[in-house]
């Protein structure tokens, strides 16, 4: 048996290629992901802590926004982990089946975020155009299916690429351009034609990054014809503010992911990938609690409440809203 036929049976462990072999720059990098990873962990915490906590919060806005905290933990702790691993091992390597895991949990919840800012951004368009009928068609029921069915279509849509993608031959070399497992370079270590591969991902691209942001694209246009006509400044300021920080959550992230998944393959640049896939993977989940906070007067008195209370309060409070409205 040759050296392709044993590396094809065995498969092989992946190397990441990272960011810079200098010893200090590894140091660098180290200390500004752990202070990322921690931050973005305090961030989305603390919103959760608050949508839990507060009972002003416990509405169909901070219920998806809720989700989205939970999932962007959960997103970052797909590449953070592993990658200080790596800057502290001399070995730099994931395994093939680890290295399909992440691949899968990266688009998996990258799905879910895309479904959930296109329902988001829904929740608004019926809270500003038919506030009348906002409770009624935004109820506890309706929130929670909208919410079942993103998490949903993450974990289905692309399981069937990512199966896919590892049942290549990988034959070659095994060392991944990269700093986590990503499309674009782990199928360029394919000793095949992956032509299709590409294709099929191009595909499932559009429908989970196009399809949403059209809804979100509408849904800001009804709001935009609506909100103009409010007769007074104060109504026109109120529903701009109520959509500013998820827009510019949907502008960060849309952007990112489809400047990485939606380029030409003959577009696709090493440095300029692992940069925005920095961006869309790390930076984005940090900024986003930030921006929710900085600029929501709710959030902002909620978390003001939240630091005059005592803990064993606290500790009551979340125990008594274990399961209140509008919470998974």
């Known amino acids: 048996m040759d050296y392709k036929q044993i590396n094809h049976t065995l498969r092989p ?26 931050l973005t ?10 949508t839990l906590v507060d009972s002003a919060l416990h509405t169909p806005m901070y219920f998806f926004l809720r989700n989205l905290s939970f999932l962007e933990i959960g997103y970052t702790s797909v590449t953070l982990p592993k990658m200080l691993v790596n800057f502290v091992s001399e070995s730099k390597s994931i395994s093939f089946a680890g290295c399909a895991a992440q691949m899968y949990f990266l688009l998996s919840l990258g799905t879910v975020e895309c479904y ?15 506030p009348l009928h906002y409770p009624l068609i935004m109820n506890q029921r309706t929130c929670a299916q909208m919410a079942v069915a993103s998490w949903l279509c993450g974990l289905v849509m692309p399981l069937g690429n990512v199966v896919w993608i590892f049942t290549l031959p990988y034959c070659g070399p095994n ?14 270590l394919a000793c095949t034609d992956t032509t299709q591969n590409e294709m099929s991902i191009l595909a499932l691209s559009v429908l989970i990054t196009l399809s949403p942001f059209l809804l979100v694209l509408v849904s800001y246009v009804r709001i935009i014809f609506t909100v103009v006509k409010m007769p007074s400044a104060e109504g026109r300021h109120k529903a701009f503010s109520t959509c500013s920080s998820h827009l510019i959550v949907v502008t960060l992230f849309y952007g990112s992911a489809s400047a990485m998944y939606l380029r030409p393959k003959s577009t696709h640049i090493e440095n300029i990938d692992r940069l925005v896939a920095l961006f869309y993977s790390i930076i984005t989940p940090m900024l986003n609690p930030m921006i929710y906070s900085l600029r929501n007067k709710e959030v902002k008195n909620a978390l003001r409440k939240l630091l005059s209370m005592k803990k064993p309060a606290i ?7 274990a399961f209140p409205n509008f919470i998974i």
């Open 41 to 50: 962990l305090l961030g989305n915490g603390l919103i959760i802590t608050l």
């Open 175 to 188: 060392k991944i351009n990269h700093f986590f497992c990503d499309v674009p370079p782990v199928l360029k």
């Open 13 to 38: 462990e992946f190397i990441f290629v990272g960011f810079s072999n200098h010893t200090g720059i590894q140091v660098l990098f180290c200390v500004g992901f752990i202070t990322m990873y921690t």
């Open 116 to 130: 959930l800012l296109a329902v988001m951004a829904y929740d608004r368009y019926i809270a500003i155009c038919s």
């Open 315 to 321: 500790s009551r409070i979340i125990s008594i809203n």
